[in-house]
Structure formats: structure tokens, C-alpha cells
């Protein structure tokens, strides 16, 4: 048993150094280009914000769009058959923004996942040289365009993303809502991110994503990606496919968003999409949770075998990990101490979401079903 949990710790400390040198490779803008860049010849920006029953979120969503710095060409809006308040919110908006367009989405057609056919409506009316593709619940800090702006320009073609700062409230939130973050950082080597054009390597966040027009149409917009669930990292890996630079930046100082309000919306909201993060393959998904299950909860079963000593430094091994990725992402870092119950958390509702994928019962979200 001592033999066994000694192994457990090393491959705890090979993990902790990866995600040591991962964390690297994850910039803010002002790291990645001089914000000293002229602000003669700037791309130009539309920002597309889909909603579908955000009564609770779209006011202070576009307040934020309109106290930028540097205001976007133009802010479209869907509104994507909401039975809330939404429509009447809206409409109030443009007496005060009369440049907000917004717009009543069409009937969802066959073969078309909801958001994605939100997004396809906006994209077909904007303008800009880069869209600025938005989650209602997103709030953007004043600085938030203007910090970007010059690495669109830098970049010219292609797509940036972002994981915006995760306001957390309830405990099922502080629990699973910064594993997003957590697991990208664990095992997605993001230097090849940005230098490697295989699809494998990308990383997105649907709330915060910058794609350039052209760069947008010649992959074929959401139109071909009409079927995924995952729209965000289908984006990206269309744009690796096409040899167009990509990119992840460290958003969380001017991108902010509370993405879940209870238990219920944490777990709906993780399992429909947590299953399809691995292509729905079976092996791979088990792979990580026999992995993570070692990793964060078998130690503790060697507690009746082995020196107490051997638990506790395992623990503090988990704890560094989670604690080196919260600090640098602005997560409150006493949850560092309780990535054991996060790890639980996430393998429930992994196996949750395959077992409504593999029995073919769908995932409910929004009023809409999806297999």
C-alpha cells in the first residue's frame, strides 16, 4: 500500500510542474502585444449577444457593451423566442442605446441546435471586421474592447477566446463551476493552443469569443456547426482545420459572468454538454474519471494501511494543484481545500450526462431538448 500511494504522489507532482509550465502560456492581451497600438486603424467590432429567457441578465449584459472605452461598430441582439420578460427589457434598451438592433429569431429549422442558429441570424446582419460573439449573463468590464482590440489587430484573421471571471454564490457553483478552468489547465498543453493547427489543441468559452469575419465565413459560420453542442470549441477547431490563428487569452480581469443560479442549473448545464467534451467516447470519458479518481479520492482509502503522513501530503498536493490554478484566475481560494468533493461533483454528473447520452433520453436546457 505505501508502494501505491507513493506512486499516486508522484505522478501528483509530474501533474502539479505540468500545470506549473501551462500556466505560462496563459497571457492577458498587455502580455501578448503593446496596448500602446494608435487607435487610427483599430478593426472594427459587432458585438452578437443571442438571449433566450435572460430577463435576469440582459440590461446589465448590455449596459456593460455600452460603457466600453471604445464602443463596437454596432450591438445586435437576438431574441431567441423568450416567453420572460426579455422582449420588453429589449425594447425599453433601445430608447436608451437607439444604435442596440434587435431582432425576433426565426423558427428553429431541423438539424439546427438553438444557439448556434441565434448566432447564424446575428452573424448574417453584422458589420464589423470581428465579431464579439457574447453569453447574456457576460458582463464586461469598461476596458474590456480596448483591451483586445490590439491583439485582433496583431492577429488579424482567426479567433480569440476567453474564460470570463466566475461570479460564484451557491455551493454547487463554488464546487464545479472553476473546474471549467481547472481541467483545460490540467491537460491541455496551451502553448500548441496557438502554435499547433491540429483541432486536438483548442480551448474556448462560449461567453467570450472574438472570430474575424472572413476568418468566420470561409469556415462556414455556424452553419456548419449546426449540430454541436459544443459551439464554442466546434469554432475553434474549424479555425485550426483552416490553418487560422487561434488563440486563449486570460480574459478574467475585464470579462466577468455568473453562469449558474442553483444546484439544478449547475448540474443540467454541465451534464448536457460534458459527455460530448469527449466526443462521446466512452473510454476517453472513463480514461479521465479512473484518472482523477486516483488522483483526488484514492488516497484517503489508503488511510487504514498506510502512515497518515503519506495521506496528508497526497491532500496537499491536491490542494497546491487546485490552489496554483485559482490564484492565477481570480477564484476564491479556499475552495482549493475541497477538490476532493469538486472531483466527486464532476464525475457524478460525467456519468449522469453519458448515461443520457448513451440511452438516448437528451439533455433538457432552455425549454429545447438535445441529444
Same mark, same amino acid.
Given at each position: 500500500?505505501? +508502494? $501505491?500511494?507513493?506512486?499516486?504522489?508522484?505522478?501528483?507532482?509530474?501533474?502539479?510542474?505540468?500545470?506549473?509550465?501551462?500556466?505560462?502560456?496563459?497571457?492577458?492581451?498587455?502580455?501578448?502585444?503593446?496596448?500602446?497600438?494608435?487607435?487610427?486603424?483599430?478593426?472594427?467590432?459587432?458585438?452578437?449577444?443571442?438571449?433566450?429567457?435572460?430577463?435576469?441578465?440582459?440590461?446589465?449584459?448590455?449596459?456593460?457593451?455600452?460603457?466600453?472605452?471604445?464602443?463596437?461598430?454596432?450591438?445586435?441582439?437576438?431574441?431567441?423566442?423568450?416567453?420572460?420578460?426579455?422582449?420588453?427589457?429589449? +425594447?425599453?434598451?433601445?430608447?436608451?442605446?437607439?444604435?442596440?438592433?434587435?431582432?425576433?429569431?426565426?423558427? %428553429?429549422?431541423?438539424?439546427?441546435?438553438?444557439?448556434?442558429?441565434?448566432?447564424?441570424? %446575428?452573424?448574417?446582419? $453584422?458589420?464589423?471586421?470581428?465579431?464579439?460573439?457574447?453569453?447574456?449573463?457576460?458582463?464586461?468590464?469598461?476596458?474590456?474592447?480596448?483591451?483586445?482590440?490590439?491583439?485582433?489587430?496583431?492577429?488579424? +484573421?482567426?479567433?480569440?477566446?476567453?474564460?470570463?471571471?466566475?461570479?460564484?454564490?451557491?455551493?454547487?457553483?463554488?464546487?464545479?463551476?472553476?473546474?471549467?478552468?481547472?481541467?483545460?489547465?490540467?491537460?491541455?498543453?496551451?502553448?500548441?493552443?496557438?502554435?499547433?493547427?491540429?483541432?486536438?489543441?483548442?480551448?474556448?468559452?462560449?461567453?467570450?469569443?472574438?472570430?474575424?469575419?472572413?476568418?468566420?465565413?470561409?469556415?462556414?459560420?455556424?452553419? $456548419?456547426?449546426?449540430?454541436?453542442?459544443?459551439?464554442?470549441?466546434?469554432? =475553434?477547431?474549424?479555425?485550426?482545420?483552416?490553418?487560422?490563428?487561434?488563440?486563449?487569452?486570460?480574459?478574467?480581469?475585464?470579462?466577468?459572468?455568473?453562469?449558474?443560479?442553483?444546484?439544478?442549473?449547475?448540474?443540467?448545464?454541465?451534464?448536457?454538454? @460534458?459527455?460530448?467534451?469527449?466526443?462521446?467516447?466512452?473510454?476517453?470519458?472513463?480514461?479521465?474519471?479512473?484518472?482523477?479518481?486516483?488522483?483526488?479520492?484514492?488516497?484517503?482509502?489508503?488511510?487504514?494501511?498506510?502512515?497518515?503522513?503519506?495521506?496528508?501530503?497526497?491532500?496537499?498536493? =491536491?490542494?497546491?494543484?487546485?490552489?496554483?490554478?485559482?490564484?492565477?484566475? $481570480?477564484?476564491?481560494?479556499?475552495?482549493?481545500?475541497?477538490?476532493?468533493?469538486?472531483?466527486?461533483? @464532476?464525475?457524478?454528473?460525467?456519468?449522469?450526462?453519458?448515461?443520457?447520452?448513451?440511452?438516448?433520453?437528451?439533455?433538457?436546457?432552455?425549454?429545447?431538448?438535445?441529444?
Amino acid at each position: 500500500m505505501t +508502494t $501505491a500511494i507513493c506512486l499516486i504522489i508522484i505522478i501528483q507532482v509530474i501533474q502539479l510542474w505540468f500545470v506549473v509550465v501551462n500556466l505560462r502560456y496563459f497571457l492577458p492581451p498587455e502580455k501578448i502585444v503593446s496596448a500602446n497600438v494608435p487607435l487610427d486603424d483599430l478593426p472594427t467590432i459587432s458585438v452578437l449577444i443571442p438571449a433566450r429567457d435572460e430577463e435576469d441578465n440582459i440590461k446589465a449584459c448590455i449596459e456593460s457593451v455600452y460603457n466600453q472605452s471604445i464602443l463596437p461598430l454596432d450591438v445586435l441582439v437576438l431574441n431567441d423566442h423568450s416567453v420572460d420578460k426579455t422582449g420588453e427589457i429589449l +425594447t425599453d434598451l433601445q430608447s436608451v442605446y437607439p444604435t442596440l438592433k434587435v431582432y425576433e429569431g426565426r423558427e %428553429l429549422p431541423e438539424g439546427w441546435l438553438g444557439k448556434s442558429f441565434a448566432c447564424h441570424q %446575428l452573424a448574417e446582419r $453584422a458589420q464589423g471586421d470581428w465579431f464579439l460573439l457574447l453569453d447574456a449573463d457576460v458582463r464586461l468590464m469598461p476596458l474590456a474592447i480596448e483591451s483586445i482590440l490590439p491583439v485582433l489587430k496583431a492577429q488579424k +484573421t482567426g479567433m480569440i477566446s476567453g474564460f470570463p471571471k466566475q461570479h460564484v454564490v451557491t455551493l454547487a457553483e463554488k464546487l464545479m463551476v472553476p473546474m471549467m478552468l481547472f481541467t483545460v489547465l490540467m491537460h491541455l498543453p496551451l502553448k500548441y493552443v496557438t502554435q499547433s493547427h491540429k483541432p486536438r489543441f483548442a480551448a474556448a468559452h462560449g461567453g467570450f469569443i472574438a472570430i474575424e469575419k472572413n476568418s468566420y465565413q470561409k469556415a462556414g459560420g455556424h452553419e $456548419a456547426i449546426r449540430t454541436s453542442l459544443l459551439d464554442d470549441m466546434s469554432l =475553434m477547431k474549424k479555425q485550426k482545420a483552416l490553418n487560422q490563428p487561434v488563440r486563449l487569452l486570460k480574459v478574467d480581469p475585464f470579462v466577468q459572468m455568473r453562469m449558474y443560479h442553483s444546484f439544478q442549473s449547475v448540474w443540467l448545464g454541465f451534464q448536457k454538454n @460534458m459527455f460530448s467534451l469527449f466526443n462521446k467516447k466512452v473510454g476517453y470519458m472513463l480514461g479521465l474519471m479512473s484518472y482523477y479518481t486516483v488522483l483526488f479520492l484514492l488516497p484517503f482509502c489508503f488511510l487504514p494501511w498506510v502512515d497518515v503522513r503519506y495521506v496528508l501530503f497526497s491532500y496537499g498536493l =491536491m490542494v497546491l494543484t487546485k490552489l496554483v490554478i485559482d490564484w492565477r484566475n $481570480a477564484v476564491p481560494k479556499w475552495l482549493s481545500f475541497f477538490i476532493p468533493l469538486s472531483i466527486l461533483f @464532476m464525475i457524478g454528473i460525467g456519468v449522469d450526462s453519458m448515461y443520457k447520452s448513451l440511452t438516448h433520453r437528451g439533455y433538457i436546457w432552455k425549454g429545447r431538448r438535445y441529444q
